[in-house]
């Protein structure tokens, strides 16, 4: 009998869900050449070894956005992923009441159902990017920084996606610098070296400035969605928490 196939975003809460489970039997690659086009929630787990806790695993997540116009890839980036269940991702220590849990987050049953539904995104940071190529040669952003005095300084991003017709490399560098000279750079670059679920999730290596270093996992979701809307102001929910937190004072 011919196994029914899973729509792409289900196949991504399966694997989330997975990994609360323990591991199975590995999946099967997929077929190539991948297709990027759609939306992607990217799960990353680093180690930082010039940080106070060298040894400890850290987190950070994303969404990807690929959408084909015309002969280009726009690639939009939210770096700002919002879960209503905040379990394992986030603590309030002194100073900082949003300090990042020290571990290897996961999302749990509720945050991966939040996920299948289309994950929920802060606008604020979001950067869009259209890149130019072909999927046998390679993509890529403008090379060339926009600004051209000597006497200013610049800053210039660069994207690149490569190798999707075997094992994809997504690499952004971050530039500093102006008409004479490079002052600086900075990259990210995710090196993926499997392909799973008929190409609805991708797993791979991390690293950051050569410093950060880890692995990273992307799966399909639906399309992201917004905030949900709340009936209080800004300001009224921060006076709120205030007052919690003084409540909560010994």
Not at 20 to 36: F, T
Not at 93 to 112: C, D, K, T
Not at 117 to 144: C, E, I, Q, Y
Request: glycine share 10%; hydrophobic share 40%.
């Amino acid at each position: 009998m011919t196994r029914p196939r899973l729509p792409a975003f289900a196949c991504g809460l399966s694997i989330a869900l997975a990994a609360i489970a323990g591991p199975g039997p590995a999946p099967a690659l997929a077929e190539l050449p991948l297709d990027l086009e759609g939306t992607w929630f990217v799960l990353i787990h680093y180690r930082d070894p010039a940080s106070a806790n060298p040894d400890a695993w850290r987190w950070r997540d994303r969404v990807w956005n690929f959408a084909r116009k015309g002969t280009r890839l726009q690639w939009t980036e939210y770096p700002l992923v919002i879960f209503a269940d905040t379990t394992g991702r986030f603590e309030k220590i002194a100073g900082n009441p949003r300090s990042r849990v020290l571990a290897a987050w996961e999302p749990n049953a509720s945050q991966a159902k939040t996920l299948a539904d289309g994950p929920r995104v802060n606008d604020r940071g979001a950067k869009t990017k259209t890149l130019r190529g072909s999927d046998a040669g390679g993509w890529h952003s403008t090379r060339r920084m926009a600004q051209v005095s000597a006497s200013v300084m610049g800053y210039h991003e660069q994207l690149s996606v490569t190798g999707l017709e075997g094992l994809p490399v997504l690499e952004r560098r971050d530039i500093v610098g102006n008409a004479l000279t490079n002052a600086g750079e900075g990259f990210i670059r995710y090196e993926v070296s499997e392909i799973r679920d008929d190409g609805a999730t991708l797993a791979g290596t991390y690293e950051r400035d050569g410093r950060h270093r880890g692995r990273f996992r992307a799966w399909r979701t639906p399309p992201v969605r917004s905030l949900l809307k709340k009936g209080r102001t800004p300001n009224q929910r921060a006076a709120e928490a205030m007052m919690g937190d003084e409540a909560a004072r010994p």
